[in-house]
Nanobody, 121 residues
Framework: QVQLVESGGGLVQPGGSLRLSCAAS????????MRWYRQAQGKQREFVAA???????NYEDPVKGRFTISRANAKNTVYLQMNSLKPEDTAVYYC???????????????WGQGTQVTVSS
């Protein structure tokens, strides 16, 4: 099993910044991809950003140029630096990881418990 623990959420004013962290622990041989999703109240969960093991990143259009995803492979940790935050960024942010438990096993998906980000004046 793998546990993902997010941290760094909170209340911030429009235009402010927050940095989310997600640390993976447990039975990990390799993490191919780590992603952030978010779910606003009354809406479906949506993709925010991803980083794969070679460092390649991609972002949903609304956050491009404002959010930066990065990864510390040695720590099995992913970060999301969020700048120029807007009220519409308010949501619960979830970490996701695609993990392999051994050289011969298939990949499994894991989710964190979520961290609340509120952007409001």
């Amino acid at each position: 099993q793998v546990q993902l623990v997010e941290s760094g959420g909170g209340l911030v004013q429009p235009g402010g910044s927050l940095r989310l962290s997600c640390a993976a622990s447990g039975s990990i041989y390799n993490i191919y991809a780590m992603r952030w999703y978010r779910q606003a109240q009354g809406k479906q969960r949506e993709f925010v950003a991803a980083v794969i093991s070679d460092g390649t990143t991609n972002y949903e259009d609304p956050v491009k140029g404002r959010f930066t995803i990065s990864r510390a492979n040695a720590k099995n940790t992913v970060y999301l630096q969020m700048n120029s935050l807007k009220p519409e960024d308010t949501a619960v942010y979830y970490c996701n990881a695609r993990v392999r438990h051994s050289l011969t096993s298939s990949y499994n998906e894991y989710w964190g418990q979520g961290t609340q980000v509120t952007v409001s004046s």
